[in-house]
């Protein structure tokens, strides 16, 4: 399996400002995703971390919001952009190895709280 | 309607009893997941389902591809079983080259010593 680590683990922040998650895998990936699950739902995809190219955004989610970073197989970052209480979330990294066709692993989350 | 449905939403029970979540959905799938998610927020991969049935110590989860319904059973269960359990469902056809997972609401289980 992946072990998926996250930075950080938990972080409050004020409105208006910006806050970069860093998702770190011990192992070659194929596919890096981050996730967002608001307080009592369940989890909502936010985009496809592609590595060496511009992420793949789901509907209602927008890179000058979520500017996405992958620079290699096993690293990826999530940025939240210009917070507002509304962004108070769980933020979730996951991914996929190739070695395991079709099962995702997921970090341990990254809890946002904005003021 | 939600295309992933789970029941119960909460379920209470105590030390050493069968404990059984539901998850239907009304797509077409490749594949089936069962996830554990504890209060920190940590998400534990449990189950990849296709067919049939997996067993892993306590842990059973079935599925029935026909009825678009999979279940998960704890045998034995106990408090450190006390998580909030998630279905997610894989869209398309097996070996097809999608990956998006669709997301149950989850069932909130608290196992009473």
């Known amino acids: 399996s992946a072990v998926i680590s996250q930075k950080p683990s938990r972080d409050i922040c004020q409105r208006g400002t910006s806050l970069t998650i860093q998702c770190q895998v011990d192992s070659q990936v194929t596919m890096m995703f981050w996730y967002r699950q608001q307080p009592g739902q369940s989890l909502t995809l936010i985009a496809t971390a592609n590595q060496g190219s511009e992420a793949t955004y789901e509907s209602g989610f927008v890179i000058d919001k979520f500017p996405i970073s992958r620079p290699n197989l096993t690293f990826s970052t999530l940025t939240v952009s210009n917070m507002s209480p509304e962004d108070s979330s769980i933020y979730l990294c996951?991914?996929?190895?190739?070695?395991?066709?079709?099962?995702?692993?997921f970090g341990p989350g990254t809890r946002l709280t904005v003021l | 309607k939600n295309e992933v449905e789970q029941s119960p939403q909460n379920l209470t029970a105590q030390e050493g009893e069968f404990i059984t979540i539901n998850c239907s959905y009304s797509?077409?799938?490749?594949?089936l997941h069962w996830l554990q998610q504890h209060p920190g927020g940590g998400i534990v991969s449990l189950f990849m389902l296709s067919s049939g049935k997996k067993k892993h110590g306590r842990l059973i989860a079935t599925i029935n591809i026909q009825e678009k319904h999979s279940s998960l059973h704890i045998t034995a269960s106990h408090p450190r079983d006390s998580a909030v359990y998630i279905c997610?469902?894989?869209?398309?056809?097996?070996?097809?080259?999608?990956?998006?997972?669709?997301f149950g609401t989850g069932t909130l289980l608290a196992v009473q010593p």
């Open positions: 997610a469902v894989r869209l398309g056809v097996y070996g097809g080259a999608t990956n998006k997972l669709i």
């Open positions: 996951s991914a996929e190895a190739g070695f395991s066709y079709n099962e995702q692993f």
């Open positions: 797509v077409g799938i490749s594949a």
